[in-house]
């Protein structure tokens, strides 16, 4: 029988803190069933949010795989733990920044409180295509898991017509291509094989031993688990199976309106498409409907890892987290992929399902506050039990308030920043406004007031009304980006 006081509320198990399952998706944007009126897109993410707080507003720190998910993992910003680009070497931030050589990952403190921890594919960084096609590690920290599985997937070698959709560019990883398979080839898949050995490990973690058995089935036998799975879609190539693709017709996809005023810097256009994809429109409505087959085929299988949660009975007793390592543009100010500062590049999906009393009474509630995903780390903790412990360099703060339903009552932060081009362009994103700084030329700054502008398509930065308040978010970005560079030297 179950039984912790979290909070002073009895909720999951006897001896044991509560089960994690984290499972990221990559290149996600909210363009999803629970952030839009998309009936049967995604509907096991629409599931997921009825059982579970929704973040409206959650942001990631760089909008790049690497840098991103380093940052989710060791709670901390880019430019304090110095990962800013993509980095396919074992041993992440903790290898390449020796000041964090003793700073675990979100995953390696779970570890060293005692759970069983592990990691299916991509959490860390990891070459899709290219290095996911060899079976490599990528810029995996190995301290962090007692388990670690690398899927080999065929991505661009998968069976089927390969099309490339973005003449301009042959980079196979960084352009847009697609291939539609066989619905029965799908259990070649990355994300399919990355599912199936979740399940595996979720049915060894809730099996029983049998009596009087002398062999060893489980490391850890009696811990409870910290899994971490790495959906791959819909990361280029999209490769998905003809069922996933069959509610999304090329004829029907409609092109976002691009709207770019005089005075958009420079470098927040450099994504533009003739600039480094030259699509047609064909292929522009092409790559958006193969975006959403591989987000449908992603669904299918956070779906299945539902489902055997539900199986095993062990749903109760396990927090569930699904987020995205960045957003993505589709179109949007003629702007595609990731890297840029949009709100559609930077902003992401996060979802976080904890059982028992008093979080079952938010179920299916949405979060409207300013949040980062550094923040993922400290609230993991806190909802173990391991408030006193929590590292005291991590950056974020507990989103337990909002999971309890109590608005901003009990943070202090309300922003969230955010970096790209190896940090130096900078954005910040407070409850009204976005405000930008690029790092060249005399046109360098952003301000977008959210309230009648979510699209971000009027720039009010050169606007004399607008100079108290465009002064005012300077400052404070500024201020955000020398204490991030500062963080270590102060600990």
Request: charged content about 25%; some cysteine.
């Given at each position: 029988m179950w039984?912790?006081?979290?909070?002073?509320?009895?909720t999951v198990s006897i001896g044991q803190q509560p089960n994690i399952l984290v499972i990221f998706s990559d290149d996600l944007n909210t363009n999803i069933g629970?952030?839009?009126?998309?009936?049967?897109?995604?509907?096991?993410?629409d599931r997921l949010a009825e059982e579970g707080v929704r973040f409206s507003r959650a942001y990631c720190q760089f909008p790049l795989c690497g840098p991103s998910r380093a940052s989710i993992m060791s709670g901390l910003y880019p430019?304090?733990?110095?990962?800013?680009?993509?980095?396919?070497?074992?041993?992440?931030?903790?290898?390449?920044?020796?000041?964090?050589?003793?700073?675990p990952s979100m995953a390696g403190f779970f570890r060293e409180q005692g759970y069983f921890t592990a990691r299916v594919s991509k959490i860390f960084h990891m070459g899709v295509p290219g290095g996911i096609e060899r079976g490599d590690p990528g810029g995996d920290?190995?301290?962090?898991?007692?388990?670690?599985?690398?899927?080999?997937?065929?991505?661009?070698?998968?069976?089927?017509?390969?099309e490339l959709l973005s003449p301009k560019n042959h980079h196979y990883g960084g352009n847009f291509s697609r291939i539609i398979l066989e619905d029965s080839l799908e259990v070649g898949q990355a994300d399919y094989m990355a599912a199936n050995q979740?399940?595996?490990?979720?049915?060894?973690?809730?099996?029983?031993?049998?009596?009087?058995?002398?062999?060893?089935q489980k490391q850890k036998a009696d811990a409870p688990f910290f899994l971490a799975v790495g959906f791959v879609r819909p990361h280029v190539p999209f490769v998905a199976?003809?069922?996933?693709?069959?509610?999304?017709r090329e004829e029907d996809m409609i092109l976002p309106k691009v709207l770019v005023g005089d005075n958009v810097p420079?470098?927040?256009?450099?994504?533009?498409?003739?600039?480094?994809?030259?699509?047609?429109?064909?292929?522009?409505?092409?790559?958006i409907a193969s975006y959403m087959a591989s987000v449908r085929f992603m669904d299918q299988q956070?779906?299945?890892?539902?489902?055997?949660?539900?199986?095993?009975?062990?749903?109760?007793?396990?927090?569930?987290?699904?987020?995205?390592?960045?957003?993505?543009?589709?179109?949007?100010?003629?702007?595609?992929s990731k890297v840029s500062l949009w709100e559609g590049s930077v902003r992401v999906p996060m979802i976080i399902s904890v059982p028992g009393e008093p979080f079952e009474k938010q179920y299916g509630s949405v979060c409207d506050s300013v949040v980062e995903l550094i923040d993922l780390y400290p609230t993991l903790c806190d909802l173990s039990n391991y408030e006193k412990d929590i590292p005291e360099i991590l950056q974020g703060e507990s989103l337990i308030p909002f999971l309890k339903g109590k608005e901003n009552s009990e943070r202090s932060k309300n922003f969230a920043y955010t970096v790209s081009y190896r940090g130096n362009a900078a954005t910040l994103r407070i409850d009204k406004w976005r405000y930008t700084l690029w790092d060249t030329g005399e046109n360098n700054e952003e301000l977008y007031y959210h309230v009648n502008d979510p699209e971000e398509n009027n720039n009010l930065s050169s606007l004399a009304e607008y100079g108290s308040i465009k002064k005012r978010l300077r400052k404070r970005l500024l201020n955000i980006r020398k204490n991030a560079k500062a963080h270590l030297e102060n600990k």
């Open positions: 039984f912790l006081i979290l909070f002073g509320v009895s629970p952030y839009m009126d998309l009936n049967e897109h995604t509907p096991n993410l430019q304090t733990n110095g990962e800013l680009t993509n980095d396919d070497q074992p041993g992440s931030y903790r290898k390449n920044n020796p000041s964090l050589s003793d700073h920290d190995p301290d962090s898991w007692d388990f670690a599985y690398n899927v080999m997937a065929p991505e661009t070698l998968s069976p089927g017509e390969l979740a399940i595996a490990i979720l049915e060894n973690r809730a099996g029983i031993v049998p009596d009087p058995g002398t062999n060893k199976p003809e069922n996933c693709y069959e509610s999304y420079e470098g927040a256009l450099r994504r533009q498409n003739d600039k480094i994809w030259g699509m047609n429109e064909l292929q522009k409505k092409r790559t956070v779906g299945r890892l539902l489902d055997v949660l539900d199986r095993l009975d062990l749903r109760k007793e396990t927090i569930v987290v699904f987020l995205s390592d960045h957003g993505y543009n589709l179109g949007e100010h003629d702007c595609w």
